[in-house]
């Protein structure tokens, strides 16, 4: 069964804006990218449970499937970043570096846009 998330990972150039943090100056998540973490996080934790996924202690082929919501040019490897971090988060697989992505194929749905994953696990748990 495949997980849904509605919209599209901010892309790298959108993901961070600069902050002073304790006298410091930081790259931190920009609201748009920590409100789309937040959902996905929410949604693919559900899915994991619903679906009785154990977190995978082995690589995990990581499927995607994007319907963007114009014919804006995109580059869909630039929203892989905070993506794979959320399934991490979620504890689809122990470390994101377990994750192998996939990028199957890309539309554009006006009405829907979404991205569509399919998990695989390659380890024996």
Sequence with gaps: MRLVI??????LNHLYRNALVR???MKVLSKE???WADDTLILATEWRQKNKWQTAKGKV???MWFYFPDKRKR??????????????????YENDQLALPQIMDFEIDRENPRVEVEFERLDAS
């Excluded at 509605?6 to 892309?11: R, T």
């Design 6 to 11: 509605p919209g599209v990972a901010p892309s």
């Design 23 to 25: 006298g410091r100056r």
């Design 33 to 35: 990218a920590k409100d």
């Design 61 to 63: 082929i990581v499927r």
């Design 75 to 92: 580059d869909t490897h630039n929203t892989l970043k905070l993506m794979l971090d959320c399934f991490e988060d979620a504890r689809i």
